[in-house]
């Protein structure tokens, strides 16, 4: 399947095809010099497929987790850029998760006053959500992609046969993104989630083409892109307060989701898809600490937050509201949850 992002004077495929990283160099131009990112944790065999279809290509590998996604990780990989002699006619391929799209792509955003950027994506959720789009950044501390720039890629190249060698939480991780995309934009998605087995396939196409979609419609997120924040408010306050690598970021956007749902029903049944899909319980942090991190979320302005609320599968709604009201938002929930788990344990 090929896909199309059309945008203004940067338009660019994006492929989702078994096998495609063995014609990466199809997809790419090959007559120049190629720095494929990529991260320890990123089987060899799909790091050395790509580059031997990029003659000319250097690999540079950062430590895989949330905790190279930082400035000092991306001065260590620019300045292995420029040592290899890269110019402004050469392109950096991110090979790996959101955090290697991320980080290459910001790298690419910025060497040289911007070089081009490939994207391939070797996780779930990489593939359903972070590889289209062109948002790049890096984390401040515990602050979650607070510097960044938009940076479209060139081509975005989606393999499901690299899925085969990542773990169930991984997977369980990258699918609570693509529940996400249906539970703001797609009630036959999250429709998909009920099938078994799950359709993989289906559920990252289906994705990607609304993804797409949305980018088209809002690319720098003036309007609607903002819908795809939804379950990252507290979710991304859940990341920071938790130190990054403890919870993978789809299981914090999964756990930030809950507090935004706006029907019971749809919530119990949000709630048996992630048991489902073996997403974990994340303990809720101090209300305190929580609003601290979304207080300083590149999100907010003076006094009001745009948060992201979900009353009816697949119709997300953008809304203004005061610091107050998310606080409130935790703290029923919150009580909601105690007064559920004490139920449970009187059954």
Known sequence: MKLNVNLPGHGYPIYIERGSLTAAGQRIPVHRRTCIVTDDG????????VKDTLPGSFVVTIPHGEGSKNLATMQQVLEQMAEAGMTR?????????????????????VYMRGIDFYNI???????????????????????????????????????P???????DRQIAAGLAEALKMGLILDP????????????????????VDLKRMIVEEDEKEQGRRALLNFGHTVGHAMEGAWGLDAWLHGECVAAGMDFMLEDDTLRARVAGLK?????????????????????????????????????????????RVPFDEVRRRIEARK????????????E
């Open 121 to 159: 994506p070797t996780t779930v959720l990489s593939q359903v959500d972070s590889s289209v789009g062109g948002k790049t950044a890096v984390d401040l501390g515990s602050l979650k992609n607070i510097i960044g720039a938009f940076w479209q890629p060139k081509a975005v190249i989606i393999d």
């Open 89 to 109: 006619k050469d392109a950096v391929v991110a090979v790996g998760g959101g955090v290697c799209g991320d980080l290459a792509g910001f790298c690419a955003a």
């Open 161 to 167: 046969d690299v899925l085969s060698t990542l773990d």
């Open 188 to 207: 036959g998605l999250v429709d998909l989630f009920e099938q078994d087995p799950l359709p993989v396939d289906e559920i990252i196409a289906r994705s």
């Open 42 to 49: 990123i089987p060899a065999k799909w790091v050395n497929t």
């Open 335 to 346: 009580q909601a949850a105690a007064g559920e788990h004490t139920e449970a344990a009187h």
């Open 275 to 319: 048991q489902k899909l073996g997403l974990p319980e994340i303990p809720v942090p101090e209300t305190d600490v929580l609003m601290d991190y979304i207080r300083h979320d590149k999100k907010t302005g003076d006094a009001h937050i745009t948060i992201v609320t979900v009353a009816e599968a697949g119709k997300g709604r953008l809304s």
